[in-house]
């Protein structure tokens, strides 16, 4: 693939072209779920958006080429809380969500990341990066805490386009009497005596959760590599921190070369927020709606723009893979995908632009020959769509009442009142309209029997 990849990337505000650090070696950084609760839809969509990117640089770079790393938090308030109103162990709540929210990974059918590292495997690798700005002296330790001093690093805000004299006024930071300034930010807090801790040189304590993506792509990726993602909320403060972090420590200029950022999931217009009740859990649509379905929904915006969602989209989208099922053919990935039929997703990954090209291609594939059919299947394929065989997605559509038994009968019965009426045509297409259906109908004894094909 000669075509080139262009991104926005946050740092410039601007849609620039990729230019890897090293194209034999390509790193990607996405911050991933805190595993205190069953991830919600919201946090489907930074999964879904970096996937098709991941996939995006692996057909332009190769398939080993490209080190896609998304970690785990599982050490943090929200953690703490929630087990103990669950009353279980840390352990027991971290291990139930990781294995639910890589479930959810396997239902959206994305690609496995390459690393998929923890923090608390890394506590070590964050009391070394602590240890070595305090050093430098952009950290500082009071009362067994210690904070990084933001006033320090003349760059901070440049991703976020925030002035220290805003942070400063604004109410987001949190104040202690532990720290020097207001802006100043935890790295290392001690922990209460039922929480979890580990030693340090300052105590028995815990990191501050920013640190956690400074030390874990330090480890996987290196001091500077070419990609940081994440959902539009982790901009301020996180990923500024994640740099200031990082870029004192490495003692770099820069860190990551790319931010992406993908914007919100409204619900009906209204942000999606736990205050206002409007959480839907990616679990709870397992029971009824297929994860290519879901799937559809996610990539119908491009993810700069939030995502209105709602019962319409759903509904839309399925009726969209249903009808795509009508030209499935089973196919292996020989036939390269053109430039033009991917163009769309090298262009900022340009979702909405290749769901359109999927359809061209639909269109084509209903008048066409076989070449045809595989190609549009291949297209869908590279983004995980039409990835299960036509027999399981009729199943599917069987279990999940899709196929309604009564509308079937009906049009049995449609098809035996043309048949007695000597109508053999129309009785035909009845019969042609059950098939795409995925219902096989068989005349024994006077009855008309049916099955699923
Ligand atoms: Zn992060």
Not at 284 to 308: C, R, T, W
Not at 328 to 350: E, G, K, Q
Not at 391 to 413: G, P, R
Not at 426 to 435: G, P, S
Request: charged content about 30%; some cysteine; aromatic content about 10%.
């Amino acid at each position: 693939m000669n075509k080139d990849i262009y991104l926005t990337n946050n740092l410039s505000n601007k849609k620039e072209k990729f230019v890897p650090l090293d194209k034999e070696n390509i790193g990607m950084y996405v911050c991933g779920p805190t595993v205190y609760d069953n991830p919600h839809i919201g946090n489907a969509r930074p999964l879904v958006i970096f996937d098709i990117l991941f996939k995006v640089l692996k057909s332009k770079y190769g398939k080993d080429k490209v080190n896609y790393v998304r970690n785990i938090t599982d050490i943090d308030d929200k953690i703490i809380k929630s087990s103990k109103e669950k009353n279980i162990l840390i352990s027991e709540l971290t291990n139930n969500v990781i294995n639910d929210f890589n479930n959810d990974c396997n239902y959206l059918n994305l690609d496995n990341p390459t690393q998929q590292p923890k923090a608390t495997d890394h506590i070590d690798q964050m009391i070394e990066m602590i240890i070595s700005l305090i050093k430098k002296n952009f950290a500082y330790e009071a009362n067994s805490h210690v904070y990084f001093e933001v006033s320090k690093f003349d760059d901070y805000g440049k991703l976020s386009n925030k002035k220290l004299e805003d942070l400063i006024a604004g109410s987001r930071v949190e104040i202690s009497e532990n720290k020097k300034k207001s802006e100043d930010f935890i790295l290392w807090k001690p922990s209460k005596d039922d929480e979890p801790s580990w030693d340090s040189p300052w105590g028995k304590g815990r990191p501050g959760w920013h640190l956690e993506c400074s030390a874990m792509s330090k480890k996987y990726l290196g001091d500077v590599f070419d990609i940081h993602g994440g959902g539009i909320d982790l901009l301020f403060p996180h990923h500024e921190n994640e740099i200031a972090q990082s870029r004192c420590a490495n003692d770099t200029k820069s860190f990551a070369k790319y931010w992406i950022h993908n914007a919100f999931i409204t619900m009906s217009n209204e942000k999606m927020a736990k205050s206002t009740g409007n959480i839907l859990k990616i679990k709870d649509f397992k029971e009824n709606v297929d994860g290519q379905i879901l799937k559809l929904a996610l990539m119908s915006a491009h993810y700069k723009q939030p995502l209105d969602w709602n019962e319409k989209l759903l509904e839309d989208c399925k009726n969209t893979i249903d009808k795509w099922y009508e030209v499935y053919l089973p196919v292996n990935d020989s036939i390269a995908l053109s430039n033009d039929i991917l163009s769309p997703l090298y262009d900022d990954l340009n979702t909405p632009g290749y769901i359109a090209n999927l359809h061209q291609l639909y269109d084509k594939a209903l008048k066409g020959n076989d070449n045809d059919k595989a190609l549009f299947v291949l297209a869908c394929n590279f983004v995980g769509i039409l990835n299960k065989t036509k027999k399981k997605w009729i199943e599917f559509k069987k279990t999940k009442s899709l196929i309604n038994e009564d509308d079937v009968l009906e049009m049995i019965a449609l098809r035996k009142k043309a048949r007695e009426d000597k109508n053999y045509k129309e009785a035909d297409i009845i019969r042609a309209k059950l098939l795409d259906k995925g219902v096989l109908i068989e005349d024994k004894d006077g009855k008309t029997i049916w099955k699923l094909k």
